[in-house]
């Protein structure tokens, strides 16, 4: 019988905190939400290098998201995990920063809108 591995080696979720009031750009909410959650990055970073290490060579940012929310929902109650889909962009653009070997693994267009 094949084992089945549900969890992400490493990948810690945390309560998720939202800003108080709202932003006026997309910039800014991001980073009012990101300065709450840093542990966000963090996981996303866990997750692309799992998926990486599997032997992927490209990754969605949505993906990861929807593997987040997942994760997330299944580690708590009660609690919604609200992750705007605005700041995709915005954290595939600080997974490269931090992983410039990630570059080419990840899909990068210009940014719409502040």
């Known amino acids: 019988m094949a084992v089945v591995q549900d969890e992400i080696p490493g990948l810690v979720i945390h309560a998720v905190r939202q800003p108080d009031g709202k932003a006026a750009t997309i910039q800014a909410q991001f980073e009012a939400f990101h300065q709450l959650n840093p542990w966000v990055l963090r996981a996303l970073e866990k997750l692309t290098a799992d998926y990486l290490k599997r032997g992927a060579r490209r990754v969605g940012i949505g993906m990861l998201f929807e593997v ?6 299944i580690a708590t109650e009660g609690d919604d995990f609200r992750l705007n889909n605005n700041y995709r962009s915005r954290y595939v653009r600080l997974l490269i920063e931090r992983h410039p070997e990630w570059q080419t693994a990840f899909e990068v267009r210009a940014l719409r809108t502040d």
């Open 68 to 73: 987040l929310r997942w994760r997330y929902a």
